[in-house]
C-alpha cells in the first residue's frame, strides 16, 4: 500500500557530502514519522535520524552535527544531507516510514525502502 523511492548514495572520499531521498506513494491517509536507518556489512542495522510530522528529529550520537533530516509533507519526501562523511558511515541506508492506513480499522504501519549504498573511501 505504501511504496518507497529512494535515490541519492554513491562513492564520496573522506570529509566530503552527499544527499539521499526517498518519496512515498500509495494508498495511505498519512504520514507519521519518516527516517533512515543503515546496516553497514556484519552489523545490525542502526538508526541514523527520524523526524516527526511536526518536523521533530532525533539523530545517532555518531552523526548528529553533520548530517540533517527533512521532509517535504507535501510532495512525502524524506532527504538526508550528509557533510563531512567518514569511511564509519559506509553502509547500505534505508529509509522508513510510519504510515497510517485506513480499512476496516486505523492501524500505523512500517515501510522500509529498497536501501541505497553510500561508501565513503579515498
Known amino acids: 500500500q505504501v511504496q518507497l523511492v529512494e535515490s541519492g548514495g554513491g562513492l564520496v572520499q573522506p570529509g566530503g557530502s552527499l544527499r539521499v531521498s526517498c518519496a512515498a506513494s500509495?494508498?495511505?491517509?498519512?504520514?507519521?514519522?519518516m527516517g533512515w536507518f543503515r546496516q553497514a556489512p556484519g552489523k545490525q542495522r542502526e538508526l541514523v535520524a527520524t523526524?516527526?510530522?511536526?518536523?521533530?528529529?532525533n539523530y545517532a550520537d555518531s552523526v548528529r552535527g553533520r548530517f540533517t533530516i527533512s521532509r517535504d509533507n507535501a510532495k512525502n519526501t524524506v532527504l538526508l544531507q550528509m557533510n563531512s562523511l567518514k569511511p564509519e558511515d559506509t553502509a547500505v541506508y534505508y529509509c522508513?516510514?510510519?504510515?497510517?492506513?485506513?480499512?476496516?480499522?486505523?492501524?500505523?504501519?512500517?515501510?522500509w525502502g529498497q536501501g541505497t549504498q553510500v561508501t565513503v573511501s579515498s
Open positions: 522508513n516510514v510510519k504510515a497510517i492506513i485506513v480499512s476496516t480499522t486505523i492501524s500505523q504501519y512500517d515501510y
Open positions: 500509495g494508498r495511505f491517509f498519512s504520514i507519521n514519522a
Open positions: 523526524i516527526t510530522s511536526d518536523g521533530s528529529t
